[in-house]
């Protein structure tokens, strides 16, 4: 009975493992719909409410943040989650787990930004461009904006602390660990913080950052899909 239950330990462990290894694609994936949808950034709403209002209730506005920012959004807390699960029965597992909770916690608050992007935002600019231009006044609470500075804050800190926990980890390239944290720096705070802080929009920095983090997201799934399984660890299970 104990032999069939370890060999049941062993088929349901590979099959995690599957999935894992399957996860970590979504962290190019959401890097590159991410990097696509900060490709053209938004006038002004102070300086041109009229551009402003015409960009964001085009049809192109609406996908690219559906498929862009939110899509991108989801695909980025899949990913980290696999990653957290790849390196937790590492060398650096308490770190890895840390930093996923840190960086899913965050980016799951950014969701809240992105939803009102998407569909708040067009309907502003429609009702403007109808005529009805006291609604550039319309102010949201100043709980959103705590909350989307929480989510940068928590975002920024979790994937940084990813990428320490790849270079550490001594099973994932190291050098793909460096150029997560490095994506990470140039696409939320030369990128994100930085665009909010003067233009108020994207800046190509966020681009950039978002490819970085693709590429480094890549050479994480691609060298995942490649290592062997780790062995059950059956002693541990309570089978010894």
């Known amino acids: 009975m ?11 462990s590979k099959n995690i493992s ?7 694609w979504a962290l190019p994936a959401s890097a590159l719909v991410t990097a696509w949808a900060t490709l053209e950034p938004q006038p002004d709403q102070q300086r041109d ?3 402003w209002a015409r960009f964001v209730s085009s049809d192109a506005y609406q996908l690219s943040h559906i498929f862009g920012s939110t899509a991108g959004t989801i695909l980025a807390i899949f990913g980290v989650f696999a990653l957290g699960c790849c390196l937790a029965n ?5 770190l890895a787990l840390a930093a996923m909770v840190t960086a ?14 998407t569909f708040a935002m067009p309907a502003i600019g429609r009702a403007y461009l109808a005529g009805h231009e006291d609604v550039m006044q319309l102010e949201f609470p100043g709980s959103m904006t705590g909350a989307f500075l929480l989510g940068l804050l928590l975002a920024f800190l979790g ?4 990428g320490v926990a790849v270079w550490r980890s001594h099973v994932l390239p190291r050098w793909a660990g460096a150029l997560w944290a490095a994506g990470a720096v140039v696409f939320y705070v030369l990128g994100v913080v930085l665009g909010q802080a003067t233009t108020g929009s994207s800046l190509p920095t966020q681009t ?20 062997p399984a780790p062995a059950p660890d059956l002693t541990a299970a309570g089978t010894a």
């Open 208 to 227: 950039a950052g978002a490819l970085l983090m693709a590429i480094a997201g890549g050479w994480i799934a691609w060298s995942g899909s490649r290592a």
């Open 49 to 51: 409410p009229d551009g």
């Open 90 to 94: 590492g060398r650096v597992g308490r």
């Open 104 to 117: 899913v916690a965050g980016t799951a608050l950014l969701l809240v930004p992105a939803a009102i992007s």
């Open 18 to 24: 599957h999935w894992i290894r399957a996860g970590l």
């Open 2 to 12: 104990v032999e069939a239950w370890e060999e049941e330990y062993k088929v349901n």
């Open 159 to 162: 994937n940084v602390l990813l």
